[in-house]
């Protein structure tokens, strides 16, 4: 167990709709990051967050959007789904920004488009 | 940019067999670089990592040493156990940009060991 968690497990739903995935970190980690893993593209970062701020984004699609709250969890909202866009999504976290501190990983979030 | 390139697999060996998985990274600055483990229906867990060259990185195992002169940290286990199938990931995470610590992941490798 990373001590990272994310909700739901697994998420069913059409295409044109929205969907919102939890995560929540560690207890005392600062940095969350969100990848996104699939057949096609393999494992992709999306977007990190420290201490509520963005900070970085990578192949992330304008569909789609991220927060980090106050109390560090954060959501990853995606909108107007594609059949494209199943895939499983991790979170991560890491105590710090620095490059040399380990991510912690998730269970991941299966999402499937119908 | 970043990128990591790992061996195409799937690789399939005997229990107690000699294990291999080659990777090579392109980065612009000075990166870290990682094993991912991940277990069926699992998140990814850290296997070892090395972050700087020539430095070690061994953990249940396996070893990998990052090399700067090949751009190289191809990961090694004397003895495969059937518990060792799994995907692997190579990855790197690239300090020169400071704040941003993302890390680039190789497309993974799927080992089976049978007994």
């Known amino acids: 167990d990373s001590g990272v968690t994310q909700t739901p497990k697994h998420l069913i739903t059409a295409t044109g709709q929205r969907v919102t995935l939890r995560c929540s970190p560690r207890?005392?980690?600062?940095?969350v990051y969100w990848y996104q893993q699939s057949l096609d593209q393999g494992l992709q970062f999306l977007i990190q967050?420290?201490?509520?701020?963005?900070?970085a984004k990578g192949n992330i699609l304008e569909r789609f959007s991220a927060q980090q709250f106050p109390d560090l969890h954060s959501e990853l909202n995606l909108s107007s789904l594609e059949l494209g866009d199943s895939a499983l999504y991790f979170c991560?976290?890491?105590?710090?920004?620095?490059?040399?501190?380990?991510?912690?990983f998730g269970p991941g979030t299966r999402l499937t488009v119908l | 940019g970043d990128s990591v390139t790992q061996m195409e697999g799937p690789v399939t060996l005997s229990e107690e067999a000699f294990l291999t998985i080659n990777c090579t990274y392109t980065?612009?600055?000075?990166?870290?670089l990682f094993w991912y483990v991940q277990y069926p229906g699992e998140g990814l867990q850290l296997l070892l990592k090395a972050t700087k060259a020539d430095d070690k990185g061994s953990n249940k195992g396996f070893e990998a040493t990052y090399r700067k002169e090949t751009t190289s940290f191809h990961l090694e286990k004397g003895s495969v156990q059937v518990s060792d199938s799994a995907v692997y990931f190579c990855?790197?995470?690239?300090?020169?940009?400071?704040?941003?610590?993302?890390?680039?992941f190789g497309k993974g490798i799927t080992l089976s060991v049978r007994p």
């Open positions: 980065a612009t600055g000075y990166p870290s």
């Open positions: 967050y420290y201490n509520g701020e963005e900070r």
């Open positions: 991560a976290s890491s105590v710090g920004l620095s490059g040399y501190n380990e991510q912690f």
């Open positions: 990855a790197l995470s690239d300090l020169v940009r400071g704040a941003n610590s993302k890390l680039t």
């Open positions: 207890s005392g980690d600062l940095s």
